[in-house]
């Protein structure tokens, strides 16, 4: 789950984090009044939207004038924000955060991720203000890895040592140190999958904070986290997205037009790989989970063809929790039930593969078998093919 910047801000401050002050507008007579309530002669306006690259979008810019302030804000706000994360859409921005300006002599990445071998890591680079994963593929080199142990958190050497090399002075040590384990406590205390600070600053004036902050919470705790409803802005997640999470369904929508529906995180990934190599392109990540309910097969269907630029679907079932049969015959109730038009391939495997196979062809129902994942493939990318 994803936050604005002003709500990682705000989560990074009460952990002890310098940040750039700033205030939240819903309007331009907002921003106009919140650089006014600033009282600097130059502020940022900033897109809040749940995308990267917003200053190369357009929704980043420097403001001197309270009417300035206004009038930029009044754009911002007036249309979608086109960014490279965004696809060419865009997304609406609803909120503006102005920002007291700085004057940055020096830019630097702090961050913090779960590493699955290693476990919680705190990187760290002093080539900040651009793509971390520009960084890692050109100058991997440049990029400071310390292993954080949760039971502890990150110790005070650690952090001092990774202070030391980004080169920071001796007076500057304590700020620092005092960053580096804010985003440490902060990532535990909430449960994140995320905690990123791009770019951290060094003044001309010899102030250190975070310009910018992002935050990714870990969906799989919210049930012991009430404030992740409370940060949630559903205007920024897709329709779909959030009717699937009612149903306890994992659904990301995607560009293509190959509607796929599939039991397991990793299988669903092989099959919009798979889809791919036969020369398609998946509309979505659907995954219904390994207990999946005829009830949940028949709402992923409705979520599937709700949108407009699905041509195909397919679906791809590993049978074992979930038993090829109850599957095979939630298929044919949704198919009935919704009318459905959409050209429609089925690869079951696993427990009951036969008694499901068996359902499907007796059904009566146009309704394409597969009998691998190669086969599904190449027939779901030759029926969207057929239907342009």
């Known amino acids: 789950m994803k936050i604005h910047e002003y709500q990682a801000k705000k989560i990074l401050s009460e952990f002890g984090v310098a940040v750039q002050e700033g205030i939240v507008a819903n309007s331009a007579a907002e921003a106009e009044a919140a650089f006014t309530k600033l009282g600097v002669p130059t502020a940022v306006v900033k897109a809040q939207v749940h995308a990267g690259g917003r200053g190369k979008g357009g929704g980043v810019k420097l403001v001197k004038s309270a009417q300035e302030a206004n009038s930029v804000s009044a754009t ?15 997304v609406p921005v609803h909120k503006v955060l102005v920002c007291a300006a700085v004057d940055i002599a020096k830019e630097y990445y702090l961050g913090m991720v779960l590493d699955r071998s ?17 960084v890692a593929q050109k100058s991997p080199e440049k990029i400071l890895k310390e292993t954080v142990d949760v039971r502890y958190g990150l110790l ?14 001796e007076n500057e040590l304590d700020i620092v140190v005092k960053t ?11 449960d994140c999958s995320l905690v990123e600070i791009n770019p951290f600053v060094r003044t001309k004036d010899g102030k250190i904070m975070a310009i910018d ?94 949108d407009p630029h699905v041509e195909a679907i397919l679906v791809n ?72």
């Open 156 to 169: 005070p050497f650690q952090a001092r040592r990774m202070a030391m090399q980004l080169g920071f002075a």
């Open 213 to 306: 902050a992002k935050i990714l919470f870990d969906d799989n705790a919210d049930f012991r986290h009430p404030v992740y409803e409370e940060l949630r802005d559903n205007s920024e997640v897709n329709e779909a997205e959030i009717r699937a999470a009612k149903s306890k369904l994992s659904y990301i929508k995607l560009d293509g037009n190959i509607g796929c529906m599939v039991n397991g995180a990793g299988l669903a990934m092989s099959t919009m790989d798979i889809i791919k190599r036969a020369g398609g392109e998946p509309a979505n990540f659907l995954d219904v989970g390994g207990g999946v309910q005829q009830d949940q097969v028949i709402e992923a269907f409705r979520i599937i063809v709700s």
């Open 118 to 134: 290693l476990g919680l890591v705190l990187m760290a680079s002093a080539e900040g203000g651009v793509e971390i994963e520009e």
């Open 317 to 388: 079932i590993f049978g074992g929790i979930a038993k090829c049969d109850l599957i095979a015959q939630g298929i044919v109730n949704a198919v009935k039930e919704m009318g459905l038009k959409h050209p429609l391939v089925v690869r079951l495997e696993g427990t009951n593969m036969e008694m499901g196979m068996k359902i499907l062809s007796s059904s009566g129902l146009k309704i394409d078998t597969a009998t691998g994942m190669a086969d599904a493939a190449q027939k779901v990318v030759a029926a969207a093919k057929a239907k342009k």
């Open 76 to 90: 911002i706000l007036s249309r979608p924000l086109v960014t490279h994360q965004t696809g060419p859409q865009g």
């Open 180 to 190: 580096m384990q804010g985003i440490t406590q902060a990532f535990i205390a909430y």
